[in-house]
């Protein structure tokens, strides 16, 4: 069975059929994000679908990313045929939670930057979220501490190829650099504690 597009609403309503995904056991299913990719490439290629804006962007996946099939967010919604099912889109990210219109399918999806969604009834707190290692051993509140202190704190030592940017409070020493005389930075030392 081929996807459906509703052009009577705007954003355009894209359904995909449960006959479309692999069961799993239940009533639980996949699809897999090339799957995805080829009913909506299929769709485009369509007479029909040839006559409405592109309906997908797809972008190859690389040595460090994975597959990426995303809806045209500018031109389409879209869904699941309605039901009391599960379908999990596996296998590469996609972009479906920013376009997706809620029924009673209950959709598991990895959004284009690889994060899993996180539904608002787990346990995560925002501290959990804060302190997430971002890069290294560096948590997201330490980065934004650095980035802050470098985008709004006090800096001095510009003139002399040694940067140092205050925390925004101007209580300690964020970011100790040295640069060469183009200005472009030969090391850092960073505090985002």
């Known amino acids: 069975m081929a996807i459906s597009v509703n052009y009577t609403t705007k954003p355009y309503l894209i359904t995909i059929p449960q006959s479309d995904c692999t069961l799993v056991s239940g009533t639980r299913y996949t699809m897999t994000?090339?799957?995805?990719?080829?009913?909506?490439?299929?769709?485009?290629?369509?007479?029909?679908?040839?006559?409405?804006?592109?309906?997908?962007?797809?972008?190859p996946a690389t040595s460090s990313t994975p597959k990426i099939t995303e809806i045209n967010e500018n031109f389409y919604q879209a869904q699941f045929e309605n039901g009391n099912w599960s379908v999990d889109l596996i296998e590469g990210n996609t972009n479906f939670r920013d376009v997706e219109v809620k029924n009673n399918v209950s959709v598991g999806t990895n959004n284009t930057t690889g994060y899993s969604i996180v539904e608002a009834a787990s346990n995560l707190t925002a501290a959990d979220v804060w302190a997430h290692v971002l890069e290294g051993t560096m948590g997201a509140d330490e980065m934004m501490r650095i980035m802050a202190s470098v985008l709004w704190g006090k800096v001095s030592g510009m003139d002399t190829q040694n940067p140092v940017f205050r925390s925004i409070m101007d209580t300690k020493t964020r970011v100790t650099a040295t640069t060469d005389e183009y200005g472009n930075r030969t090391s850092t030392t960073m505090d985002g504690s």
């Open 33 to 59: 994000v090339d799957k995805l990719w080829e009913l909506l490439r299929d769709y485009a290629d369509d007479p029909i679908g040839r006559s409405y804006p592109i309906t997908y962007r797809r972008i």
